[in-house]
């Protein structure tokens, strides 16, 4: 834990309420500065401390060393566990002597209620809840593993100083090694952390996409699985043919000048709709959005690019309803459909009339539609749990990840290559502690 007194109180009350309690409980506090180590004593608990931030890496490996059980169980401190998750996790162990290491899911209804915490966290659910029973690799925000397993392989790898790709890492050694690892789908539990949009791009492109590429080209291997499976890896080409088919039009009819302005419109329609919950939180970002929009309109019209303009005002209108009505009862979020629908009829018919006489608009709509056929699981999922809206909304959102995912492997494999990086060392020595 790090600064969570509010997720640390809420994961601990529902620890208590297990079946089946844990034969003991760890917290390590890796050097908050709140009153997070006072909450994590008002608890029946063996308070650790790592005497700074370290890192989770740090943190778990310290927690291990003084565990007594002979079965490790992560969780982290934004991370709420249903009543009967300890018990699954110790029968799992108990019926398959074989078995090394467990993982478990998020499940399909995220603690924070905006929309981009929703989106990220229901991703994570949807992957896996389709990934194979047979893992191979490892994830501590739900994972327990054998101790004499973890500590021979000298548990997580404490370079990585920050939140990062270190379960992974151990998950790649230990499946190298010829470990039993297995991720059970019905061990699920709950994610209360609040994501931002500059925070998701910053932990899926810094923290992960990179130094998971890295690790992919050390141990020279890419699994069909979990974000690698080879749908995605076509998802992300399409991407990029998307995202060039729409640079050569926008060269070829002299609108180059939009796109700066579209580009800062994206990043802040993202900003605005995937972290604003109410119509209060998002008045400042309704206000930068119709000064980009207006921005947008008079260079439309300065270079006679009219056919824009009124698609332009239409999502922004749509957007407008979506964060006035949607919070609120069962017949305004009718009507938020009803608008919705009548926003993309709108939109459909100016395409038809500008769609014969514009390749460049012909071809991103075929790379559009192969993108969405390719990945509608995901879209009919989202809307199952969410709604159709929010599925629709989410579309923008993926093809981003897809992008930064790309573009995050480009980096990993420069940065590898050229700087030759080295295979990063496991984690210091991990012994048992004194007396035991």
């Known amino acids: 834990m790090h600064n969570a007194p509010a997720h640390l109180r809420k994961c601990r009350e529902r620890r208590s309420a297990s079946v089946e309690p844990p034969d003991e409980i760890l917290v390590v506090d890796d050097g908050s500065t709140d009153e997070t180590p006072d909450v994590a004593r008002s608890f029946p608990v063996r308070l650790l401390t790592t005497g700074g931030r370290c890192g989770p890496a740090v943190a778990r490996n310290l927690g291990a060393r003084e565990a007594s059980g002979d079965v490790l169980f992560f969780i982290d401190a934004d991370v709420l566990v249903r009543a009967d998750t300890i018990d699954q996790v110790r029968a799992a162990f108990a019926d398959d002597p074989t078995l090394d290491a467990l993982m478990g899911s998020y499940d399909d209804s995220p603690g924070s209620g905006d929309f981009l915490s929703q989106y990220k966290n229901l991703m994570h659910h949807f992957v896996h809840q389709r990934s194979r029973r047979e893992a191979c690799t490892f994830w501590s925000g739900c994972g327990a593993i054998r101790r004499e397993v973890f500590l021979e392989h000298e548990g997580f790898d404490e370079s990585y100083d920050r939140p990062a790709i270190e379960d992974i890492e151990l998950g790649y050694r230990l499946f190298q090694s010829g470990r039993k690892m297995i991720l059970d789908a019905d061990i699920q539990v709950k994610h209360l952390k609040k994501w931002t949009f500059l925070g998701l791009l910053k932990s899926d492109v810094l923290d992960r996409g990179i130094p998971w590429t890295e690790l992919i080209l050390r141990d020279r291997r890419m699994p069909n699985d979990l974000n690698l499976q080879l749908s995605q890896r076509v998802s992300v080409a399409l991407s990029f043919v998307l995202v060039a088919l729409a640079l050569a039009g926008t060269l070829y009819y002299g609108g180059y000048f939009l796109t700066p302005l579209f580009a800062l419109l994206f990043l802040m329609l993202g900003r605005f709709w995937g972290e604003a919950v109410s119509i209060r939180e998002s008045k400042r970002g309704l206000v930068w959005t119709a000064f980009i929009a207006a921005a947008i309109t008079a260079m439309s019209l300065a270079n006679h690019m009219e056919g824009m303009i009124l698609p332009l005002w239409l999502g922004y209108g749509l957007l407008l309803v979506h964060h006035r009505y949607?919070?609120?009862?069962?017949?305004?979020?009718?009507?938020?459909?009803?608008?919705?629908?009548?926003?993309?009829?709108?939109?459909?018919?100016?395409?038809?009339?500008?769609?014969?006489?514009?390749?460049?608009?012909?071809?991103?709509?075929?790379?559009?539609?192969?993108?969405?056929?390719?990945?509608?699981?995901?879209?009919?999922?989202?809307?199952?749990?969410?709604?159709?809206?929010?599925?629709?909304?989410?579309?923008?959102?993926?093809?981003?990840?897809?992008?930064?995912?790309?573009?995050?492997?480009?980096?990993?494999?420069?940065?590898f290559y050229l700087f030759r990086s080295q295979p990063r060392a496991a984690g210091r020595p991990l012994g048992r502690p004194s007396g035991q």
Do not use: C, D, W
């Not at 305004?332 to 009803?338: D, E, L, N, T, W």
């Not at 199952?384 to 494999?413: D, E």
């Open 326 to 415: 949607e919070y609120e009862s069962e017949r305004r979020k009718r009507y938020v459909r009803q608008v919705t629908a009548v926003v993309i009829a709108l939109v459909v018919a100016l395409t038809v009339v500008y769609l014969p006489t514009n390749l460049f608009l012909y071809g991103v709509l075929l790379v559009l539609v192969a993108l969405i056929v390719l990945n509608t699981q995901f879209y009919l999922f989202l809307a199952a749990k969410q709604n159709r809206t929010f599925a629709m909304a989410a579309v923008p959102f993926h093809i981003l990840y897809l992008l930064y995912s790309g573009l995050s492997f480009a980096a990993g494999l420069t940065r």
